[in-house]
């Protein structure tokens, strides 16, 4: 009875082994390759790549976050006319152009400019109101991590309690510079773009000094960098970067690669 039972089994792996046979194919043939070895130093070396690329991505996430924090620090130093805080965010051969008062060279024609913008003293006035939001940032970081570029919008609410008050808004077009692992400004330009009297806004008035603050009591190192009419003639400041979604076409255009 067992050796029944037993024959058929012996006669169905025989007729496997004949068809795996005449297929070209031996029985250890039929078991799954072992899986390809991976060569340790390769690997190590992938590792140690990705590794870095991620280390460089990272400290340009830092860079632009510090550049960031740098211009809204500025912006909040101005609000309360600190200009020795102001003065202090500047690399020391920066340049400072604010409207079409002209080019102030150095850190001392700098710290000269403000004084004279504040009328020679720090700190506002009582019932001074003097609000710069500083918004819409972009900034492009050099391939070296050394220098970037910064454009924001400058949102202005200014007046004297009882006496005034003025709406202005422009952009800014920056250069920044790290020294010793501290971002600086390097160069900063405001193009104004309107001031005008709170009441009646800028659809009944224009700008109420285009552009001129202190160059006539502070003379300037040079003139205006790029001349240019406010409120209510209208001028777009070039943009330092390109379209970041054209761009990207462009480049995946001459890499051979699909979007």
């Given amino acids: 009875m067992i050796r029944k039972k037993a024959f058929p089994a012996c006669y169905g792996f025989l007729a496997a082994f004949l068809l795996l046979a005449a297929c070209g ?26 590794l870095a690329d991620l280390q460089r991505r990272a400290e340009r996430i830092r860079d632009a976050n510090a550049i960031k924090r740098l211009q809204r620090a500025y912006g909040y130093y101005l609000d309360e006319a600190l200009w020795d805080e102001v003065v202090d965010l500047f690399a020391d051969d920066a340049s400072l152009e604010i409207g079409l008062d002209g080019v102030y060279r150095g850190k001392d024609r700098i710290r000269a400019y403000f004084y004279q913008l504040g009328g020679g003293h720090q700190g506002l006035m009582p019932g001074q109101l003097n609000e710069h939001m500083q918004l819409m940032p972009v900034v492009t970081l050099a391939a070296d991590g050394m220098s970037a570029r910064g454009r924001w919008r400058d949102l202005i609410l200014a007046g004297q309690y009882g006496e005034s008050a003025t709406w202005g808004e422009g952009p800014f077009e920056n250069e920044y510079v790290k020294e010793d692992g501290i971002w600086k400004i390097s160069k900063l330009h405001w193009y104004q773009t309107i001031v005008v009297p709170y009441k009646g806004g800028w659809a009944a008035n224009e700008d109420v000094n285009k552009g001129i603050y202190v160059s006539a009591q502070l003379p300037p190192d040079a003139p205006p960098s790029v001349p240019y009419e406010p409120w209510p003639e209208t001028f777009l400041p070039p943009f330092h970067f390109p379209n970041p979604v054209l761009s990207r076409y462009a480049r995946l255009h001459e890499e051979g690669q699909q979007p």
């Fill in 25 to 50: 194919e031996s029985p250890q043939q039929t078991v799954a390759p072992a899986a390809a070895v991976v060569d340790p130093d390769s690997q190590l070396v992938a590792l140690q790549t990705r």
